[in-house]
């Protein structure tokens, strides 16, 4: 079966980082691109960063950039985004995604999805 896992969301405060993974089983990320995408409540999906199957190529949306870092170890079949300088506007559920073929930020073109991990920035 081929599923994606997001791990390392939680509480931080402003200011503070987060580590989020995600991890595939069932199949290889050797040839997919990687999309974060985050939704907060009522709010619509919106793309975060997205990277290409091979890590030479990334994308940042702009209210993240300078800030978030995606990275990924195809030898341990995971994706990471690395989360700085957090603010309360961050907070939301962060989902990552995976797409044969080019990077993208558009989500409609992904292929597979994971469940979603929390990440919440307050004082």
């Known amino acids: 079966q081929l599923q994606l896992v997001e791990s390392g969301g939680g509480w931080v405060q402003p200011g503070g980082s987060l580590r989020l993974s995600c991890a595939a089983s069932?199949?290889?990320?050797?040839?997919?691109?990687i999309g974060w995408f985050r939704q907060a409540p009522g709010k619509e999906r919106e793309g975060v960063s997205c990277i290409d199957h091979r890590g030479g190529s990334t994308k940042y949306a702009e209210s993240v950039k300078g800030r978030f870092t995606i990275s990924r170890d195809n030898a341990k079949n995971t994706v990471y985004l690395q989360m700085n300088s957090l603010r309360p506007e961050d907070t939301a559920v962060y989902y990552c995604?995976?797409?044969?073929?080019?990077?993208?930020?558009?989500?409609?073109?992904?292929?597979?999805w994971g469940q979603g991990t929390q990440v919440t920035v307050s004082s």
């Open positions: 069932g199949f290889t990320l050797d040839y997919y691109a």
């Open positions: 995604a995976a797409v044969w073929g080019m990077a993208t930020m558009r989500s409609k073109l992904y292929d597979y």
